[in-house]
Nanobody
Framework: VQLVESGGGLVQPGGSLRLSCAAS????????MRWYRQAPGKEREVVAV????????NYADSVKGRFTISRDNAKKMVYLQMNSLKPEDTAVYYC?????WGQGTQVTVSS
């Protein structure tokens, strides 16, 4: 199993970023996928979840209405569109399949 995140960076408050996660080594279309984040000094928390078929999603209350998770099963990709970013969204963002993690991508929201 390999999960490789990309798309992080430095963005001003109110800005947008799109994170991508490339998956390989397993039957991607069979698995629920998640995005987590971990801010300095805090525990890792789930941000968004998408079902294997992509027809069901759930979000943490802190990002609801601002973030959108999606997936492309043909490309074995999962995405996290992040809009109206806030400084408190600053964290390392991780792609997750049950039991497996990517290396993470840093998102910094600062003016």
């Amino acid at each position: 199993v390999q999960l490789v995140e990309s798309g992080g960076g430095l963005v001003q408050p109110g800005g947008s970023l799109r994170l991508s996660c490339a998956a390989s080594g397993f039957t991607f279309s069979s698995y629920t996928m998640r995005w987590y984040r971990q801010a300095p000094g805090k525990e890792r928390e789930v941000v968004a979840v998408i079902s294997s078929a992509g027809d069901s999603t759930n979000y943490a209350d802190s990002v609801k209405g601002r973030f959108t998770i999606s997936r492309d099963n043909a490309k074995k990709m999962v995405y996290l569109q992040m809009n109206s970013l806030k400084p408190e969204d600053t964290a390392v963002y991780y792609c997750n399949r049950y039991g497996s993690w990517g290396q993470g991508t840093q998102v910094t929201v600062s003016s």
